[in-house]
């Protein structure tokens, strides 16, 4: 009859054979339970029976034969609003919505029985008019004594647990409900206007809709609920919604029901099916006339897409975020006043100042009057839409103190989607490595162009230089080869003169070969003590000798002899040299004078003359391998450019220097200092290795 598991069948059975008695044998009037005399359990007071009864946990109704209430119970009271003085002798059916009184002519109590054989005991699930209006969705028992004079019908019912029991067959017809057909238990009713517009939204709004009762019983909702919560309408109704695991959506359930509205935004995870949707959900309380909370209703959103978007849009932000703080190139966006909005790492650190100290400030603010020149590109951009690409910049032109730095910049309008322009936004690029890269490169360039055209005016020079004395060398051998033959005197000058043009020609052979060993690692050296005066009157004689130029040179010979250690057949090749170009380069003549004296360490050699001089801004390249000043003509003096390089490598080898002082036009003065011959063995002594070789 009731179903073992039933808390009310455990009672039954504790009570034995009394209760059932008591059931079927007792009178009840109107007003409740009258004590029969005749009974067989008169023992049992009708007060007793009704503390019995409250006593237990289930709600349980009892009926009559004719489906008339005779008494429900403590939780019956509850569970449906109803006192039982209301309800006694009233038809079970005005308990009953009016669209399931009657199951093909049969009423639904007797419906239910005679489903119960093949239910077997197991609750169906039933729509009950609760006393406030709305239904409540129960979980219902039936059985009854079938005796045909004293039969009683006994309901006992339960709101259901958030699962249903799977024992549990839900009513098919009786939960389809609508909230539009709550109040209406009477006669067939046709929907108002209103009711049947409420129907249409209900039925079709994209948002879930529920309603709930007081208790927070789910009485009606509609499919698109259902799916967002991966459930069914069947499963749904009846829910309370206070035994629901999420306490923050149940915080919302009481506040409706204390007459506030509420908002839900949370994961709802389906108990039955395990599903989690994000949902947000809006609770709104309902009233009814005496402005009671008689439920409420709660509207749906599922979010997923929203969540998803959100997620996609934050991880976008993440991104682009990173992408703008990492990347090595400095960026910055400012709003339509032209104040940033976000400067990036690499560019806030170019500013020198974090990027924090930038927001909602205006580049003149920022950098001063640079910042105004370049605040005038961004108002073009704003004012024209039109983007300004690769403009160049410099410290300079900014106005900035420090290094030399270049920048690229690049200024774009930020637009929204309808093609406004919500502010600027700018990419700057350190330029510096590659400008000077680019400078290097230009220099370089120039200087290989240079080389090239040095190697090519050398090779010209070179070859006029080596034919310059060979033409009339070979002219004059021939003149004496012919004087010889015809047995007549030789002129001594043309000898002395064909010896000059040889040595001439000796001269500028040993000066490439010199070059070249400079250039593969070095002349060769042998260092000894030498007179370093008497080097000098030799060289001078020689010289005077050989280009007639006899007492244009003069020499005060020191006081005291004046030694060094040095190579002496490299040393007077500097000197020669030195005199050579004093006298070549003083085409009008004038002494060359020439000193030696000793300082301390150092022996100070100089060759001065009153020649053509140099320009100044040549000074520093003389020593330089074909280095010729441009105020020496090639047609008007011959040379390699070769000597002065030459005299450095010997200098610098004897561990001494070679400099010049010189005015155009006035003639120039050329220093040699060596240590001396005590300072170079000290040296030496000092140095295990020799220096020069
Ligand atoms: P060269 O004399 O063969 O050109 P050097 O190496 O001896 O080569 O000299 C290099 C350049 O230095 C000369 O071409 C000349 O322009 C300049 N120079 C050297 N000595 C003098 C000087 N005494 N007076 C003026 N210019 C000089």
């Known amino acids: 009859m009731l179903r073992p598991s039933h808390r009310y069948a455990q009672w039954i059975t504790l009570r034995g054979r009394g209760l059932r008695a008591l059931l079927v044998q007792p009178r009840w009037g109107a007003g409740g ?7 067989q359990v008169a023992h049992i007071e009708a007060d007793e029976f009704k503390l019995l009864m409250d006593a237990v946990a289930d709600a349980v109704l009892v009926c009559d034969g004719q489906e008339h209430i005779l008494h429900l119970n403590k939780a019956a009271e509850l569970l449906l609003g109803w006192t039982r003085e209301e309800l006694a002798g009233q ?19 007797q419906h239910l029985l005679d489903r119960n054989a093949s239910r077997q005991g197991r609750p169906v699930l039933v729509p009950l008019r609760h006393r406030n209006g709305p239904e409540v969705v129960l979980e219902a028992v039936i059985g009854s004594t079938k005796a045909r004079e004293h039969e009683r019908i006994v309901l006992t019912l339960r709101h259901i647990p958030e699962v249903p029991d799977a024992t549990t067959e839900p009513l098919e017809q009786g939960l389809c409900l609508y909230p539009w057909q709550h109040a209406h238990t009477g006669l067939a009713h046709m929907p108002t206007l209103a009711e049947r517009l409420y129907q249409l939204i209900f039925e079709h709004a994209p948002l879930g809709l529920f309603h709930f009762g007081n208790p927070p019983f789910i009485i009606a909702c509609n499919d698109c609920f259902a799916e967002i919560l991966g459930s069914t309408r069947q499963r749904l109704l009846g829910l309370n919604l206070l035994t629901l695991r999420d306490t923050r959506l149940m915080d919302c359930v009481r506040a409706t029901l204390l007459g506030k509205h509420a908002r839900y935004e949370g994961h709802y995870t389906s108990v039955t099916t395990g599903k989690v949707t994000p949902v947000r959900v809006h609770f709104a ?24 978007m959100e997620e996609e849009r934050a991880t976008q932000l993440a991104l682009a975020s990173t992408l703008l703080r990492t990347a090595p190139i400095g960026m910055a966006f400012f709003d339509t006043r032209l104040r940033f909005v976000h400067i990036n790492d690499a560019l806030a650190t170019a500013t020198g100042q974090p990027p924090e100290a930038h927001l909602g400030r205006s580049l003149p603010a920022m950098l001063g009057s640079g910042g105004l020149h370049l605040e005038q590109f961004l108002r073009h951009v704003l004012e024209t839409g039109q ?8 410290a300079q032109e900014l106005g900035l103190a420090g290094p030399w730095l270049y920048w690229t910049l690049s200024i774009y309008p930020v637009r929204a989607v309808d093609g406004r322009i919500l502010g600027i936004g700018s990419v700057v690029e350190n330029t510096t490595g590659t400008k000077l890269a680019e400078q290097e490169r230009s220099r370089l360039l120039r200087e290989a162009q240079e080389a090239v055209r040095v190697r090519d005016d050398f090779l010209t020079i070179a070859s006029h230089e ?52 400079i250039e593969s690692g070095g002349l060769a050296l042998h260092p000894q003590p030498t ?62 004078r020439v000193s030696l004296e000793a300082r301390g360490d150092v022996v100070l050699m100089t060759v001065s003359d009153p020649g053509i001089g140099i320009p100044s801004d040549q000074q520093q390249h003389l020593f330089e391998r074909y280095f010729r000043a441009r105020n020496v003509s090639t047609h008007a003096y011959g040379g390699l450019g070769l000597g002065l390089y030459i005299c450095r490598d010997i200098v610098a080898r004897h561990g001494g220097s070679i400099w010049v002082e010189s005015e155009v036009g006035r003639g120039s003065t050329f220093y040699v200092a060596l240590p001396t011959l005590q300072a170079s063995r000290a040296l030496t002594a000092l140095t295990p290795e020799p220096r020069v070789h």
């Open 91 to 109: 038809p079970f059916s005005v308990l009953v919505p009016q669209r399931i009184r009657t199951w093909g002519g049969v009423p639904l109590t």
């Open 466 to 517: 080596l034919k310059t004395p060979l033409t009339p060398l070979s002219l004059r051998l021939a003149t004496l080869e012919r004087k010889l033959e015809r047995g007549e005197p030789v002129d001594p000058a043309s000898l002395h003169h064909a010896r000059q043009h040889l040595t001439r020609l000796t001269t500028l052979i040993n000066d490439l070969l010199d070059t070249s060993r």
């Open 531 to 592: 007179r370093l005066d008497v080097l000098i009157e030799h060289v001078i004689h020689v010289t005077e000798t050989l280009h007639d130029a006899r007492d244009r040179i003069t020499f005060h010979l020191p006081v005291r002899p004046i030694e060094v250690l040095g190579d002496p057949y490299r040393l007077e090749q500097v000197i020669s040299n030195l005199l050579e170009n004093a006298l070549k380069y003083s085409p009008d003549g004038g002494t060359i």
């Open 285 to 308: 309380p309902f009233f009814d006339e005496q402005e009671r909370v008689v439920g409420g209703v709660g509207i749906v959103e599922d979010i997923t897409s929203q969540h998803r």
């Open 33 to 39: 339970l009258v004590r029969q005399e005749r009974s």
């Open 387 to 394: 983007p300004l690409e690769r403009l160049e910049l410099s």
